[in-house]
């Protein structure tokens, strides 16, 4: 009002208030002599609708007048802003509650501190852009963050300028059986614009020894694994026995391990396997989609999308490695429990192949000798930020370039960012000797 603007309010179901707080505001609202409605459908037309129908702590589906509002509310030609999180959606999920769809905002405010369900699974679609709005309270720390640059920041430094292809690292690639090299190759071309020093591929079931789109891959027939600083598997890697020899190989070496595609279909059908990757000392990273993570926790696919956080710590817990589950909000998790939530990405990822691309990008940080976290996380963020604002699909083959950029980007601007200098400091006079 104090802007100007018109404003009607709507008390759902026309209960009166119990809280002191409510039965207040209502008081200080009528005191100015407006008006307030019980259906939402008397009211006048609107540039802006606000749903501040539920918050948090939402646990039966809508219904009644509850859900008549929520539709009243979508139906709206305006702007649609949900306050704290869309009336009807689970805050800890991002699943509906009950299944039945609710509040469906262009932007939401969350206030104090940001849910899980704004961003991850259906959340995204749901609440539209969001606004984090800490209200001038400092929240403690959780065990769950949002994943943000500063996360990595290690990773964002300029490279020193006296250095050779030989200070970042090997990187291996294992996969590409019968009719899926392209798997591998767009894993080990993701790994070479990500930085990795040197990419070696081993196909499986093909005598391929150029990539004549990449010839800077090299093609040594059988991977010496002992030699690698970092090894992807799992791309088209197949299922013959010569796959998971290969596989158990891998296993038991001492590089940090990117485990992907088929490799995580080995581990949800073989004991064997699985105990060698809960066994594991080095750096192991798994990263599965809703229906790989269903194979390895033997559970329906809709009990991982209805709650994904859950279940990417219970990846953690049995496997004893960083997992990384793909998706609306991609979820990062280790074993302590610790995790985070991708903000980054757009549809433009749902392609075949976008998940070799970013298990290339992976292994590229681990053979450049990055932190474990680091170089899970940044890979994550920059797969995201790589497709950020594209609407239609790109191609698998596109998305590490994309993000390589996007790299560059906050390498040149990590000064301003990670170490600002005082003001003093920005006007500095050279004087000849």
Same mark, same amino acid.
């Given at each position: 009002?104090? &802007?100007?603007?018109?404003?009607?309010?709507?008390?759902?179901?026309?209960?009166?208030?119990?809280?002191?707080?409510?039965?207040? /505001?209502?008081?200080?609202?009528? @005191?100015?002599?407006?008006?307030?409605?019980?259906?939402?459908?008397?009211?006048?037309?609107?540039?802006?609708?606000?749903?501040?129908?539920?918050?948090?702590?939402?646990?039966?589906?809508?219904?009644?007048?509850?859900?008549?509002?929520?539709?009243?509310?979508?139906?709206? $030609?305006?702007?649609?802003?949900?306050?704290?999180?869309?009336?009807?959606?689970?805050?800890?999920?991002?699943?509906?509650?009950?299944?039945?769809?609710?509040?469906?905002?262009?932007?939401?405010?969350?206030?104090?501190?940001? &849910?899980?369900?704004? +961003?991850?699974?259906?959340?995204?679609?749901?609440?539209?852009?969001? @606004?984090?709005?800490?209200?001038?309270?400092?929240?403690?720390?959780?065990?769950?963050?949002?994943?943000?640059?500063?996360?990595?920041?290690?990773?964002?430094?300029? *490279?020193? @300028?006296?250095? =050779?292809?030989?200070?970042?690292?090997?990187?291996?690639?294992?996969?590409?059986? &019968?009719?899926?090299?392209?798997?591998?190759?767009?894993?080990?071309? =993701?790994?070479?614009?990500?930085?990795?020093? $040197?990419?070696?591929?081993?196909?499986?079931?093909?005598?391929?020894?150029?990539?004549?789109?990449?010839?800077?891959?090299?093609?040594?027939?059988?991977?010496?694994?002992?030699?690698?600083?970092?090894?992807?598997?799992?791309?088209?890697?197949? +299922?013959?026995?010569? /796959?998971?020899?290969?596989?158990?190989?891998?296993?038991?070496?001492?590089?940090?391990?990117?485990?992907?595609?088929?490799?995580?279909?080995?581990?949800?059908?073989?004991?064997?396997?699985?105990?060698?990757?809960?066994?594991?000392?080095?750096?192991?990273?798994?990263?599965?989609?809703?229906?790989? /993570?269903?194979?390895?926790? $033997?559970?329906?696919?809709?009990?991982?999308?209805?709650? $994904? %956080?859950?279940? #990417?710590?219970?990846?953690?817990?049995?496997?004893?490695?960083?997992?990384?589950?793909?998706?609306?909000?991609?979820?990062?998790?280790? *074993?302590?429990?610790?995790?985070?939530?991708?903000?980054?990405?757009?549809?433009?990822?749902?392609?075949?192949? =976008?998940?070799?691309?970013?298990?290339?990008?992976?292994?590229? !940080?681990?053979?450049?000798?990055?932190?474990? !976290?680091?170089?899970?996380?940044?890979?994550?963020?920059?797969?995201?930020?790589?497709?950020?604002?594209?609407?239609?699909?790109?191609?698998?083959?596109?998305?590490?370039? %994309? #993000? =390589?950029?996007?790299?560059?980007?906050?390498?040149?601007?990590?000064?301003?960012?990670?170490?600002?200098? &005082?003001?003093?400091?920005?006007?500095?006079?050279?004087?000849?000797?």
């Amino acid at each position: 009002l104090k &802007k100007e603007y018109d404003v009607n309010v709507v008390q759902v179901a026309g209960k009166t208030p119990k809280s002191e707080e409510a039965i207040a /505001a209502l008081a200080e609202w009528e @005191k100015l002599g407006r008006t307030t409605y019980t259906d939402p459908y008397d009211t006048p037309k609107a540039d802006i609708v606000v749903d501040a129908i539920f918050g948090i702590g939402l646990e039966r589906p809508l219904k009644d007048e509850f859900l008549d509002a929520a539709m009243w509310f979508n139906e709206r $030609r305006a702007l649609h802003v949900s306050l704290d999180i869309p009336s009807g959606l689970n805050s800890e999920t991002g699943t509906w509650v009950g299944d039945r769809a609710g509040c469906k905002a262009d932007a939401t405010i969350s206030f104090l501190s940001g &849910k899980v369900g704004l +961003f991850t699974g259906l959340g995204p679609d749901a609440c539209g852009r969001v @606004k984090m709005e800490n209200l001038g309270i400092s929240i403690p720390l959780t065990k769950i963050s949002l994943l943000d640059v500063k996360d990595f920041k290690h990773v964002c430094a300029p *490279r020193l @300028k006296n250095t =050779s292809k030989a200070d970042y690292g090997r990187l291996g690639v294992i996969g590409g059986g &019968k009719g899926t090299v392209g798997a591998a190759l767009i894993a080990a071309r =993701s790994g070479l614009y990500m930085g990795a020093g $040197r990419v070696y591929v081993e196909l499986l079931e093909d005598g391929m020894k150029l990539d004549p789109f990449c010839p800077e891959l090299m093609f040594p027939g059988k991977i010496n694994i002992d030699e690698m600083d970092a090894i992807v598997i799992g791309p088209g890697l197949g +299922f013959t026995e010569q /796959a998971k020899q290969r596989f158990i190989d891998c296993l038991k070496s001492k590089a940090a391990l990117v485990i992907d595609g088929d490799a995580l279909t080995m581990i949800a059908q073989d004991e064997e396997i699985l105990s060698l990757v809960t066994h594991r000392f080095a750096h192991t990273v798994l990263t599965p989609h809703a229906a790989e /993570a269903a194979r390895i926790l $033997r559970l329906p696919v809709e009990e991982i999308t209805k709650d $994904r %956080l859950s279940r #990417a710590l219970d990846l953690g817990i049995l496997t004893g490695a960083v997992n990384v589950l793909k998706g609306a909000g991609t979820i990062v998790t280790q *074993r302590s429990s610790v995790s985070w939530i991708n903000p980054t990405g757009s549809p433009a990822l749902a392609t075949a192949g =976008s998940g070799d691309a970013l298990s290339g990008m992976i292994g590229a !940080m681990f053979a450049q000798h990055f932190e474990l !976290m680091d170089c899970v996380l940044s890979a994550v963020y920059l797969h995201g930020a790589a497709v950020e604002g594209l609407n239609s699909s790109v191609l698998a083959g596109d998305i590490a370039p %994309l #993000a =390589s950029t996007r790299l560059e980007e906050l390498r040149a601007s990590y000064q301003r960012h990670f170490h600002p200098l &005082k003001e003093e400091e920005k006007t500095i006079e050279w004087e000849d000797s």
